[in-house]
Each structure stands twice: as C-alpha cells, then as structure tokens.
C-alpha cells in the first residue's frame, strides 16, 4: 500500500507546484492557501510546504502575534486570496497574513452565543456558524453580511432567534463545496434531534436537511422505541466539519451521542444514526451508506474527532479510504464509496444490562492496536473507585463508577501523503460518573482528589491499523490537546496546554523545536505561503501568531503548568461550621432544568470555610453509617448514625481533605482559617 500512497502524493504535490489552486477548489494538498479549517476537503491538516523542515525548523521565530482584547479566537485560521480569515469572540476578522493587521471585523448580533472551531470559505464569501444556529455568509472583501439562515428550530416564544440555553449551536466551521455549504447542529444534549443541513453557498437557502435521530417512518426510526416522544429521547448532535469527495460527491460527518446519554432503559434499541459516521450526497442529502461505531451508545462514545479522506491499496486495487477514529482510540477505515469496511471489523460480545437494553455486541476493528487504555489503570484513581472497561454499563447501584472517557473524543488528527500515517492527540483520562433512577440525570464528575491523567500523541499506521510510536505528556490536554498539521517538511506542529507550541519529527514524535506562547493552545495550525516565505498561524489564549524562519518576536511568560494529578477538590467554599452528610445533588440541568436527587454520599457544602478554634458539626442525614476521616489519618469523627452528629474544633489553619471510611469515593473539604 506505500507505494501507491506515495505515488499519488507525488502526483498531487507535482501538480500544486505546477498549477495555482483554484480558490474554489480544496481537494489537493494544501500549499500556497490553507483554504479550509483542515487544510483541505480531505481534513488531511497537512501542508506540501517544506521550507520549514526537520533541518530548518530551529531557526523558526515569531514573526507577529495579533491580540483580541478578550474575545478568544476560535478555530485554526483560513488563508485564502491573500487574506486571513478568523473568528473571534463574538466577531469575524479578515487580517493581512504577512503582518497580522485587522483589515476588516465583523461584529455578529448580540445573543449569538459565541463562535465555534472557524469559518469556511468560497465563491468569495466567508461562512461561520452561530451559538444560537444562525449559519451568516460574510463577503470576503468587506466583511458585508450577504445573507443569514436559521438551521436550528425555532423557539415560539422568541420571535427571531434561538436562545442561546435552548442548546441549539453549530458547534464546528462549516464546510463549503462545489456551491454548497453543509453544517451540523449541534443540541449541547438539551434533549433536541441533531441534524446536517446543506445551503445554497450565495442565497443561503436551504437545499436538504438529514436529522440524525430520524423522525418516525423515516429509515432508521426503527432503531427506537415507537412511544418515544412519551420521553422524548434524542441527541445526534455533529460537532465536527464535513470532509467531502466531490468526484464522489459525497460528504462525511461523525454524529454524536443519544441523549439520554446514560439512560438506556428509556431508548431501546441501536438508536441509529448517533455515533455513526454517514456518507450523504452534496447536492441531495440523500444517505449512501452509514455505519454505526457503537450500538445503543451508554457512554457518551460520541465520535468527535473529525474524519480523513486518504487513497490507498489493497491487495493491488486502489481504494479511496475515510479514516474514522472513535472515542475509545480504535481506527476504523472504510471504502468511502461504498462504505464496506477496509480493515476487517468483527462484533465483540460486552458486558450486558438487562435493565439498559445494552446491546449485545459491539464492532471492533480486528486485531487493532487502540490508541491509549482500555480500562481504567491502576494507580490512576483513588482507592474505594470500581475502575470499569470500555462498555462496562453504568447503572443507578453503582455509586462509585470510574470509565475511562474521551481517549481520541475531539482533537482533529493529521495524514501524511508522504508517510501513509496518522497522527492524533488523545489523553488518560478517567471521569467519576454518576446515574439517578431519572434516567435523564448524570454526572460527569472529572477530578478528585488523587487522581491522575495523561495527555497522549501518537502515530498509526492506518495499512496495519496499529501504532507507529507514542508520546506522553505529564498532564491532561484540554480536550485530548489541540491536535497536529503535518507537512512535506517531516514536521507535526503540536500545541499544549502549558503554553508550549512545537514541532515534532514525523518519525519518532521527539519534541525538536518549541516556542512558548504564553496561553494554552487548543487548535491546530495553519500553514502557507506569504512574500515567498513559510508561515505557521496557531491561536494561543486571546491571540493569533504567526511564525516564520528569521521571526525575531519573543516569548511570552508561561501560563501556570496544569497539573498531572488533583490534589484539592474544585467548587465554590462556603462559609459554614454545619456539615450534612448526605446532599441534594444537581446535574447540569440541560433537559428542562437541573435534575436533582438525593446523594447518600456527598457532603452540604462539599467545601466548608470556618475559623480555627470554632466547633464544626457533621450531621448525618442519609439512611446509612458513616465515618468521617482525614485523608491524611489526622482526625476522626468515629461512626455516625442516621440522624446523629458529631462536633469537632479545628485549632490550626489549613485545608481539610476527608473521605467517607465506609465509603472511600465520598469526598469533601473543610478549610480552617485564622
């Protein structure tokens, strides 16, 4: 399979050095122009420059850096007819890409809700999507608002928006093709039917509308309960861009999770088409084919990682491939013309919930190599926590459920033409998750108090579907890190969360080159060529910079390092020398408002402040014995009964970390000032 992958990535790096690339036209490897978030139609994130290379790359330096006040840019930049174009806070900006300077911004309408992961562009305009699913084209000249379009449903009692908690967003750049503009929305797990729309790209008229969670009668709507508006379950949400075929004329999108999320019991069945990777016609809409990753998903197994269009061989034929990398870190890789599996999948029997109509099996890709743990490692989470398996079901008896979420969940992965490979960005990541009998209520609880986490970086070989090399990096990257953009120079260009912007060898993963940044970085960069020289624009915190060979910009102070483990607690400490065992817990209220139940097992105030010397009273409230002990062995309260107190006093300042003896997942906080 090399050779001809190798082969075809000449062809196209020859062809882009000997022809200009259409503004219109996205499909080759990105070169001059970084027309799309990704590079490309194919998400590839990769760039046929070379100038900056494993040879060059320490001369490389800043070369200007744009600040936006507070307004955080969103989304790695698009190059493209000698402008950049950038979303920021609540506004679009087009900037020269040699010096940095703003020549136009617009200022979308109050109540937007912000902006997400960029814009798009063509036929001379530029597309964003809106934090209320508002979808508004832009001239690329002047930055004059052309037209605007409604994806989302419209709340009766508002007469011309969404509200921005109605949880209605599109939450990625949209993609534009061959005259068409498609964007996905997504439901934030409100309890709404996600969707893909396609727009005419110059009236913004909607051209077809694929919903993710199908309406009854429509193809799919089998897959769910028949009486299930009674509960109305949904979700589907797309948090990704499209990558598209035009030859083909396809496009290709992940969905998201079913909602919900946790609460099987109320959606029996495969709940088609959430986390299902869907193959729709450019022009129509109309499904080609679809494959769903994870049947009845009960773990949030959302696929979010965009999806990557590559040519290969198999067994002498040439295959056009998508690359589609799921939650739990396994690759899975289709024909994208017909949607018939390249590497082999089998389904696997798993653990089983009668209660959840779990399904019986699940697809994985065989004898893969998966991208970070499968269950949750020891020495990774405290003692008195049941570390579980990918498809463990979690369910109402079990209070004290770690699973290891979001190994491969967001960050965007890059492809090499030049290599065959992938490389993506990932992390360790355990999260305490909470279920109630309302099957709508759950927690995600990320950090306590000895926990510890890993961000991940790594390459697969998508021909033998397993891993190339693996870094690791000492602490948890914001939304598995900001994801790489490879290029012909041998290079991955990686951002982290402390700060530290770098370059990578290709081969080996080996930081080789590394400038601080001053802010954490959570998108990858964009690469192109401006006055005859290579640039690298990455957004960092409130700001965007570019990079070049020669730069001569400096370094910004370091943003705190983020932890590689917890120590304290999180939440707002209240002041207060009473102490229930046993709380009122509420959920994140996005289904018609905070969700609440009574937890035998948490603390009011999970984080206490007091004065040394005062009396503090902890007072029983739940159905079972408890015994409150420091985690560090120096107090006790001894056993409590239901209904009972015990009072102690504090006469030095510090700060109280103290579990539950009987149930060592039960945590709080109590600090002692002077």
């Known amino acids: 399979m090399r050779g001809c992958a190798a082969a075809l990535w000449a062809a196209a790096l020859a062809l882009s050095a000997c022809t200009q690339q259409s503004s219109d036209d996205f499909s080759r490897p990105a070169r001059e122009n970084w027309p799309t978030i990704a590079g490309d139609w194919n998400s590839t994130r990769y760039s046929a420059l070379d100038e900056v290379n494993v040879s060059s790359v320490a001369k490389l330096g800043g070369a200007w850096v744009q600040d936006f006040g507070g307004n955080a840019p969103h989304g790695t930049p698009v190059v493209v007819g000698g402008r950049m174009f950038v979303a920021a806070g609540q506004s679009v900006y087009a900037l020269d890409p040699v010096t940095g300077t703003i020549e136009w911004e617009h200022s979308l309408r109050v109540g937007t809700h912000g902006l997400y992961k960029g814009v798009a562009v063509g036929e001379g305009l530029v597309f964003v999507g809106l934090g209320d699913s508002h979808l508004t084209a832009l001239r690329q000249d002047t930055g004059e608002e052309v037209w605007t379009t409604l994806i989302g449903d419209r709340n009766p009692d508002v007469r011309d928006r969404i509200q921005p908690n109605d949880g209605q967003m599109i939450s990625a750049a949209p993609t534009y093709v061959n005259g068409v503009v498609i964007a996905g929305l997504a439901i934030g797990d409100y309890g709404l039917q996600g969707r ?56 290709y999108i992940g969905v998201g999770n079913p909602i919900p999320q946790w609460g099987g019991e109320v959606r029996k069945g495969d709940n088609l088409y959430t986390s299902s990777v869907l193959a729709l016609d450019i022009h129509s809409g109309a499904l080609r084919w679809h494959y769903q990753i994870t049947h009845h998903d009960l773990w949030e197994a959302e696929l979010g990682t965009p999806l990557i269009l590559y040519d290969t061989e198999v067994n002498g034929t040439p295959r056009k491939a998508v690359a589609v990398m799921s939650t739990y870190g396994y690759l899975f890789t289709f024909d994208r013309e017909t949607g018939g599996p390249i590497w082999p999948i089998e389904e696997r029997p798993v653990a089983q919930s009668e209660r959840l109509f779990t399904s019986p099996t699940q697809p994985f890709p065989k004898n893969a190599e998966p991208f970070g743990p499968s269950c949750v490692r020891e020495g990774t989470v405290p003692e008195g926590f049941e570390r579980l398996c990918h498809f463990d079901p979690i369910d109402v008896d079990m209070p004290n459920a770690m699973y290891p979420m979001m ?32 099957p709508w209520f759950f927690i995600a609880i990320p950090t306590v108090p000895g926990m510890k986490f890993e961000g991940i ?118 002041p207060s020398n009473e102490i229930s065992i046993g709380a009122i817990q509420r959920d994140s209220g996005w289904v018609d408002g905070a969700h609440e139940r009574f937890n035998e097992y948490g603390f009011e105030p999970l984080r206490a402040r007091t004065e040394a010397g005062k009396p503090v009273t902890f007072t029983n409230t739940g159905k079972e014995t408890h015994t ?46 002077d």
């Not at 102690?648 to 109590?670: M, N, Q, R, V």
Request: hydrophobic fraction near 35%; aromatic fraction near 10%; charged fraction near 20%.
């Open 407 to 438: 190994t491969m969940r967001a960050a965007p992965m890059a492809y090499s033409p030049k290599t065959g490979n992938l490389y993506g960005t990932g992390a360790d990541w355990p999260s305490w998750i909470v279920r109630a009998e309302d």
């Open 457 to 574: 970086l790594g390459a697969v070989d998508p021909d033998r579907n397993d891993k190339v090399w693996e870094q690791r990096v000492p602490f948890r990257t914001h939304h598995n890190g900001s994801g790489f953009t490879a290029t012909a120079g041998g290079l991955l260009f990686n951002g982290n969360t402390d700060g530290t912007f770098e370059a990578l060898d290709i081969s080996t993963g080996e930081q080789i080159w590394n400038f601080q940044v001053g802010a954490s970085v959570n998108q990858p960069p964009a690469i192109y060529e401006s006055n005859d020289s290579q640039h690298i624009a990455v957004s960092a915190g409130n700001g965007l910079w570019a990079f070049k060979l020669g730069g001569t910009l400096d370094e910004r102070p370091a943003p705190p390092t983020p932890p590689s483990g917890v120590t304290s607690l999180r939440g707002r400490v209240i």
């Open 628 to 673: 409150i002990r420091a985690l560090d062995g120096s107090w006790t309260t001894g056993p409590i009964a239901p209904g009972n107190s015990v009072s102690l006093t504090f006469d030095t300042p510090g700060a109280h970390i103290y579990i539950c003896d009987d149930h060592k997942w039960s945590y709080g906080e109590l600090l002692v000032e």
């Open 196 to 251: 893909v729309v396609g727009l005419d790209a110059q009236t913004g008229e909607m051209l077809w509308r694929f919903n993710t969670v199908p309406d009854p009668g429509e193809p799919g709507s089998e897959t769910w309960p028949a009486d299930r508006a009674e509960t109305n379950p949904g979700g589907g949400g797309i948090w990704m861009s499209a990558s598209a075929d035009p030859d083909l004329g396809l496009a």
